[in-house]
């Protein structure tokens, strides 16, 4: 594989912002983003974006139709470091959770478990009943990560727009790339003990 390659995914959740943020980042990280979108992600852009689908799709270096089982990234043999899924829906969950693949979206995360590599599911939906945290568990033992967009209240975070980035940061930090703009403990943090180690 030359360079490296994420695989994107955009479910019908609320919060693509997540999503459309991780792309742009992967775009100044120089990872290559290999989109898909489903019909209710592409929906739900518009409605709490204010973006056209179109626009976030042109964020990313390859966009694939969410009905194509065959393109590329349903197969293992397509080398990538993994596959984030944010937002992620309950739906696209319990799919992913049964090995049901209804898409291309929930193909691709099950060829990515199946070859081993990194899943990351930015899980979203509050409160929770059994059947989600029963799908939770099972996509865990399968080997993705749960990572819900959980806001950083130690970072400060004033506005929407930082809780997406430093959402999305975190999120991509489980892949090993690092991105600007992600408050982290102990570095560039300003407040209690974060500036170096305890003198006792």
């Known amino acids: 594989m030359n360079g490296k390659r994420l695989?994107?995914?955009?479910?019908?959740?609320?919060?693509?912002?997540?999503?459309?943020?991780?792309?742009?980042?992967?775009?100044?990280?120089?990872?290559?983003?290999?989109?898909?979108?489903?019909?209710?992600?592409?929906?739900?852009i518009g409605y709490e974006t204010g973006r056209k689908p179109a626009d976030v799709h042109a964020l990313a270096h390859t966009v694939y139709k969410?009905?194509?089982v065959g393109a590329a990234l349903a197969s293992g043999s397509?080398?990538?470091?993994?596959?984030?899924?944010?937002?992620?829906?309950?739906?696209?969950?319990?799919?992913?959770?049964?090995?049901?693949?209804?898409?291309?979206?929930?193909?691709?995360?099950d060829v990515t478990l199946k070859e081993r590599r990194r899943l990351v599911l930015v899980a979203r939906e509050t409160?929770?009943?059994?059947?989600?945290?029963?799908?939770?568990?099972?996509?865990?033992?399968?080997?993705?990560?749960?990572?819900?967009?959980?806001?950083?209240?130690?970072?400060?975070?004033?506005?929407?727009?930082?809780?997406?980035t430093q959402a999305a940061g975190r999120a991509l930090d489980l892949f090993g790339i690092a991105v600007p703009d992600v408050k982290r403990w102990g570095e560039d943090l300003t407040k209690g003990r974060r500036k170096g180690p305890r003198k006792d």
Do not use: K, Q, W
């Open 127 to 164: 409160p929770l009943h059994l059947g989600h945290l029963r799908n939770m568990v099972a996509v865990t033992e399968m080997g993705a990560v749960v990572a819900p967009p959980v806001p950083a209240f130690y970072a400060g975070l004033e506005t929407m727009d930082e809780v997406v």
């Open 7 to 44: 695989i994107v995914g955009i479910s019908g959740a609320s919060g693509v912002a997540i999503g459309v943020r991780v792309l742009e980042m992967l775009a100044h990280a120089g990872v290559e983003a290999h989109l898909v979108t489903t019909h209710a992600a592409d929906m739900t």
């Open 66 to 68: 969410v009905e194509d």
């Open 78 to 109: 397509f080398a990538t470091m993994g596959m984030i899924v944010a937002p992620c829906s309950m739906r696209t969950l319990a799919e992913i959770a049964t090995g049901v693949t209804s898409n291309l979206l929930t193909r691709a995360a």
